[in-house]
Structure formats: C-alpha cells, structure tokens
Nanobody, 115 residues
Framework: QVQLVESGGGLAQPGGSLRLSCAAS????????MAWYRQAPGKQRELVAT???????NYADSVKGRFTISRDNAKNTVYLQMNSLKPEDTAVYYC?????????WGQGTQVTVSS
C-alpha cells in the first residue's frame, strides 16, 4: 500500500521560511517522478515544483528563485524548501508521485503565511 505523508507545514510570517517533507512508502521511490502541488481556498490545485527520477527540477514561475525541491532516495523523501514566503503562498500543499503505471497523492499539509 502506497503512502505519501507530508509534514512541516504551519504558520510563517511574510519573508519567512518553511521546509516541507514528504515521506514515501510502499513504492520503489527512485522510480518515481515527484512533485509538490498546492491548492488555495476557492482555487484550483496548481503545480509548484517537480523533480524527476533522474533529479531534474522544474518550478512554477510564481515560486522560481524562492522555492527549492529536492529528493533523498536513501530516505524515500522529497523536500520543498520555501523561502521569502508571501501571503499568496498560503495553501494546502500536496505531495505527488507519478509513474506511467500509477499516480499517488499525499493527504496535504497546510501552509499559512500571515503577519
């Protein structure tokens, strides 16, 4: 049974930082491309950042230069380092694992950026 468990969300001030983690189990982690999505209230879920099984990364324009996605295949974990946070980064952040034969979602972790 595949599980993706996010952690590290919470309340941050504008300009602050948070680091999200997503621990994966039940799958061969290094086979999968990994991503972070987010969904703000009343908005569609949007792609934030991706890291392929080979380690290539890509980012939404709104987070380029502020967020960094990384993975540790030895720990079956993907991270999202979020710096220079803005109120518009407030959302539920979801971890996503994808492969041609299956996709999996985590349960999400709330990030709130407010003074």
């Amino acid at each position: 049974q595949v599980q993706l468990v996010e952690s590290g969300g919470g309340l941050a001030q504008p300009g602050g930082s948070l680091r999200l983690s997503c621990a994966a189990s039940g799958l061969i982690f290094n086979w999968f491309d990994m991503a972070w999505y987010r969904q703000a209230p009343g908005k569609q879920r949007e792609l934030v950042a991706t890291v392929t099984s080979g380690g290539s990364t890509n980012y939404a324009d709104s987070v380029k230069g502020r967020f960094t996605i990384s993975r540790d295949n030895a720990k079956n974990t993907v991270y999202l380092q979020m710096n220079s946070l803005k109120p518009e980064d407030t959302a539920v952040y979801y971890c996503f694992a994808s492969k041609s034969f299956g996709n999996y979602w985590g349960q999400g972790t709330q990030v709130t950026v407010s003074s």
